[in-house]
Structure formats: C-alpha cells, structure tokens
C-alpha cells in the first residue's frame, strides 16, 4: 500500500536529476545551481522535483570511479526515475553520454554550461541531447584589455598542470594566436608557485596578465581555478583579466565571460519546455550562449579605468554607490519634500495674492455699492437739492432785476448797487456750495485715509440735509462736542453714513405730531473714541427687527432696499469704529458710530476693541443691536 502510494507520487511530479561535473561547491556550479532553479517551474499541477550529483572533477578520475558513480546512481535512482536529467559541464555530460543506456535509458538529457570549443571538441549529439553550449570569449576579453590599457605591449598567459589545465592552455594558445600581432604573449604553464609569485610581482607596466586559472601549478595544488585565479592578481604587479565569470571578486579586473547563472537559467528553460511535452528534437536553441563583460568596479578604478570608459552594456560589480546612489532615498525624500514645500509655498503665495485681489476686488465693490448708495441717497435728496439752489439763483435773479431797475431810473447809488452785487455774491456762493458738496457726495472716490475734523464734516452733511428737513417739515438739531476733534479716514464716507442715519431718523418720525419732529445730531469726545449719536423720537424699533438692523436687505419699508446700514456699518468699520442702536419701543432710537479719534501728539490714532458706555445724558435705554457688547 505504501509502495503504490510512494509510486503513484512519482508518476505525478517530475524528477530532474542534476549531474555536475566538478565537487557541490565550485564556485561555478553554484552560479548554475541558482539559474536553474530560480527557472525551472514547479507548481502544484506539475511538481518538479530537483536532485543534484557531483563527480567531484577532477580529483576524482578513472574508469573505476565510474563505475562507482554509475551504480550509486543506478541505485539509488531507481525508484525514483529522472524524467529528465541535466549535465553541466562538460565532465558530466560526456559520461552521461557513455553511461545513459545503462543509467537512464530514454531519459532526454539536457546540458548547462559545456564549452563546445575546447578540445576535445564536442561532437554531434544525440536527438534527445540538447542545451546551448558557452564559449569563454579569450580574445574579447584580450581587447578589451588593450583597449583599457593601450600602452601595454606584452600579456602572460597563466595555466596550470592537470590535463584539465593543459586542455585550458590549448585553447588559450590557439586563442590568442591571432593576437600576436598587437601584444606580444607569453606563457607561464604550470610553473611552481614561488617562481611564479616572483615572475608576476616583477612584471612592468607594459604587461597584462591573462588566466583561466587552473587546479594545479608546479607542485601546488588548488580546490578551484577560482581560487589560483585569486592567487595570481594578489601576486601581479600588473592588471589580470580572465575569461569566467567566478573570478570577479578575486582580484581580477574582468572580462568577456559566459555567465554560469545565465546558463542554468537557460537550461532551466529547456527542462519547462520538455517536462511540458515538446520533442527535443523540435527545439531551435542558439548555437552558443552569449558572452557579458563583467567588471569588478574596485580593480579598474585601481588601474585608472574611468568609469565613462566602461562600456554601458557591461555588468559591474563592487561599485562603491556615489554619494548620490548612497543616499538616494534620502535624497529623493528630502528633494521631494523640498518641492513639496516649494509647491505649499507657491501655492500659499498664489492663494495670497488671490486673496489680496479678492480683497482689493470686494473693497472695489465695496466702495461701488457706497457710490450706489450715495446716489441712491441723492436721488432722494433731489427735490430738496433744487429747491436749494433755486433759492439763492431766484435770489439773484430778483437782485439782478432790482439792479437793472435803478440803473434804469438813474436813482440807483454806488452804495445801493455794491449792496445789491454782494448779495449776488452771496447767493452765488450759497449755490455753488450746495453743488461742491453734491458733487463730493457724489465723487466716485477709491476710500481716503486722511485725518479731518469730525465736527466740520458733520456740520457740512448736515447741510446738504438742511432742505429736505425742512422740506418735511422736521428740525435738525446739530450738537457738536466742545473742541474740534480729529479723526482718520474719509470724510465723505462718514457724511454718507451721517445722511444714511438722518434720513433713516426723518422715515422714522414722518407720521409723529409736531412736538416728535426732530432728529438730535451729537458728537460725544470720550477718552480714546468720539461718538456720534443720531437719535429720533420715532416709534422706536421692535426686539426682533434690532437683531436684524445691519443685515443686508433688511427693509420695513415699501420701497427700501435695505442696505443703508449694512453699507454704514461697513463704512465705520472701515474706520475702525462700531455702529450700534439703542431703541425703546414707542420713545425712540439712537445711533450710536463710535470712531477712534486721532491724536497728533504722539502721531498714532488709538483704537479700542468695544464701544466705551454711554453718554449719561442719553435719553434712550431699551434694547441694543449691532455691538455684541451690548445685543
Ligand atoms: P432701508 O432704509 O432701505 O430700509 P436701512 O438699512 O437703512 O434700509 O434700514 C433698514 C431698516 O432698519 C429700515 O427698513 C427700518 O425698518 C429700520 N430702521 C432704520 N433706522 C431706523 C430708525 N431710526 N427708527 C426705526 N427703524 C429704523
């Protein structure tokens, strides 16, 4: 039962077996071991199951170690079958070749890392033998050489004494023959260690060392090429370029070389395509595997070879990262963080200025609707404005008359006249006054910033209502404070908010008898402010409305448009001031603009955040809106 579970396991996965040639920890077959299994796909559907042998080349040899080899294989394999197995390098592929039809008969063999070129030459194989062969580049690697030392003229090839060794000088000898024309060569085969350590230490700067390395030289024996290949570029006093890709790392500059990993990569490709069924037979493989020169960085900066002078294509290791490549991360954090704040900064500067243009924008606005306003203002003054200067122009105009009759009768004095021509005068300037002042009304003025004396410019808004209140047939009274006082900002502004407040008062009082007909202007000096009040003796304003007074299109009345007081309070912020209202119902309102009064002494006008309290002489003390002191 066992034995049928065990079986049908393995008729369910595929076993590759991996025959290298040389011992488990050749540099080389670890490279091929990584590709391989790094390539070859294993997955649930299709388990693939990896076993690795060693002949342990080249220290185990001859025709009785294979036949120990081929019945622990034999054995041991047999109930686990390959379905497929794999050669690398050339020692384990020829005898797979010899021992197969014993071994595992019809079992594909796939071969890594065998070097086609090098005698003995590889013949032919058989349909169900397939692999990409390497070849290691020598004159490549011997150009590339010259080529990052041009004045060199002499090159000393270095191989061992094993027959393996041998086979390597045979192939550097028929390699490097062409080469004899550029650079004259040498060969250092198999010469004793210390004889060797002298010669390579004692060569002069027009010499390159080339080596594929070797297992033994003279009487000295070493695990791997690899290993003499480190040997000899710590002896060299000259740069040592080599053919294989192990010996990066071991002193040695580089050079054209196969790849081992590359090449288990690709014979693991081959075993996925036949453990999913395809002919050997049917695969088109490249002839050869292609070479990469492979650097170590270290060895040619110490040689002088610029870093602009290694090809781009070629694989460099050891580089020590630049300072950038070294803190990259941090340098692409703290770079994005830099744009990151530069954009913040941009963005906050950009918002700045949206801001100021949206400020500037609504200050234009601003100002506009107070120019509406004031129109809008004079509009309702415009009956009371002609009838203003209609005055003084009949005045004049009888004056005149009465000038042109004495003439006439020749009883007319020199005193008589000059009497009549100054109250033509008078006139004259009565009427022009009263359009200066219109027209300053009505001036479309971007807001001042000047100090000017609040009493005047009451007395002077005052004037331009004097008619109409008299129109209405209403008295105002104007009280200003005892001395001048001064504030900043813009005059007409504030007269604006002054007529807004008086006509305002003049709704107010329209339908009260007689002895409720007026309106109190007042300007009240305290300590840091002034306070103008504008009271009337209306019907006074509800709780519910108070609340609402400076809201924008706020209106009780038929045809208001409820903005006066929101454009005043607008205004007397601007000033830095408050405007608030003190209504009792059936008695009446006061306005309250409390400004800061500018002080020439020490040049700088005071402010104060709330308004201060009220004049004890106030007649009003009913309910507050506009000062969230008080509402
Ligand atoms: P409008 O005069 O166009 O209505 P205002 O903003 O100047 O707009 O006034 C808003 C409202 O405030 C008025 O409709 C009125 O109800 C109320 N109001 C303003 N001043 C007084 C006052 N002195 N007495 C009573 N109510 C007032």
């Not at 004259?184 to 350590?197: C, K, M, N, R, S």
């Not at 060299?236 to 890709?245: D, K, L, M, N």
Request: hydrophobic share 45%.
């Amino acid at each position: 039962m066992l034995l049928a579970c065990g079986s049908a396991t393995a008729q369910a996965s595929r076993n590759v077996l991996v025959l290298y040639s040389n011992g488990r920890l050749v540099p080389g077959n670890v490279d091929v071991e990584a590709g391989l299994r790094a390539s070859i796909v294993s997955t649930i559907d299709r388990p693939v199951h990896i076993n690795s042998e060693f002949l342990d080349r080249p220290e185990f040899v001859g025709a009785a170690y294979e036949q120990v080899m081929l019945a622990y294989l034999r054995e041991k394999y047999v109930e686990h079958p390959p379905q497929l197995v794999v050669a690398v390098g050339r020692d384990a592929l020829d005898f797979l070749l010899r021992q197969r039809s014993q071994l595992f008969p019809g079992v594909p063999v796939v071969h890594a890392a065998v070097i086609a070129a090098m005698p003995p030459r590889l013949g032919p194989l058989p349909d169900d033998v397939v692999g990409v062969p390497i070849d290691y580049d020598i004159q490549g690697t011997v150009l590339q050489a010259l080529r990052w030392h041009p004045t060199a003229t002499h090159l000393l090839v270095v191989t061992g004494s094993t027959k393996r060794d041998r086979e390597w000088e045979s192939m550097l000898r028929e390699r490097t023959a062409p080469l004899r024309d550029r650079v004259q060569i040498e060969f250092a085969a198999g010469v004793p260690t210390d004889q060797l350590e002298r010669r390579l230490g004692s060569l002069d700067r027009d010499w390159l060392v080339l080596t594929g390395g070797f297992y033994q030289s003279g009487n000295s024996l070493w695990s791997t090429p690899r290993d003499a290949a480190a040997f000899i570029a710590q002896a060299s006093a000259v740069p040592v370029y080599g053919p294989i890709s192990t010996f990066i790392g071991t002193g040695v500059v580089g050079g054209r070389v196969p790849r081992f990993q590359n090449a288990g990569d690709q014979a693991g490709e081959i075993v996925n395509r036949l453990l999913d069924g395809e002919p050997p037979a049917s695969l088109k493989l490249p002839a050869v595997m292609a070479n990469t020169l492979m650097v170590d960085w270290r060895q040619a900066n110490r040689w002088g070879i610029a870093d602009e002078d290694i090809p781009l294509d070629a694989v460099v290791q050891f580089k020590r990262p630049s300072f950038w490549e070294t803190y990259r991360t941090a340098g692409l954090l703290g770079g994005a963080a830099i744009l990151l704040e530069t954009g913040l900064i941009a963005l906050l500067l950009f918002e700045h200025h949206r801001r100021l243009n949206a400020e500037t924008a609504l200050a234009q606005r601003g100002t506009e609707l107070a120019h509406a306003s004031r129109l809008a203002v004079a509009g309702e003054l415009t009956a009371s404005i002609a009838h203003e200067i209609n005055q003084p122009l009949a005045a004049i105009l009888s004056n005149a008359e009465a000038a042109d009759l004495l003439l006439k009768s020749g009883r007319g004095s020199p005193e008589m006249l000059d009497a009549i021509l100054a109250d033509i005068r008078r006139d004259d300037i009565r009427a022009s006054e009263v359009i200066s002042r219109l027209r300053t009304l009505l001036a479309r003025e971007v807001g001042k910033r000047e100090p000017f004396e609040l009493n005047a410019a009451i007395a002077d808004g005052c004037e331009l209502l004097a008619a109409e209140v008299r129109r209405r047939d209403m008295r105002l009274a104007v009280r200003p404070c005892a001395d001048p006082v001064q504030v900043v900002g813009d005059a007409v502004q504030l007269q604006q908010v002054l007529i807004n407040l008086v006509m305002n008062a003049m709704d107010a009082i329209g339908d009260r008898p007689e002895n409720r007909r007026s309106i109190r202007v007042a300007t009240v000096e305290q300590t840091e402010h002034v306070e103008i009040r504008v009271s009337d003796r209306g019907e006074g304003v509800t709780p519910e409305n108070l609340a609402r007074l400076f809201d924008s299109f706020f209106s009780t009345k038929s045809r208001g448009m409820g903005l006066g007081l929101s454009i005043s309070r607008s205004i007397v912020e601007a000033h830095g001031g408050r405007i608030w209202a003190v209504s009792t119902l059936g008695v009446g309102t006061t306005f309250h603009i409390q400004l800061p009064k500018y002080v020439q002494a020490n040049g700088s006008p005071m402010q104060h955040t709330g308004p201060e309290a009220s004049h004890p002489g106030e007649p009003h003390a009913g309910h507050a809106a506009g000062d969230p002191a008080r509402a």
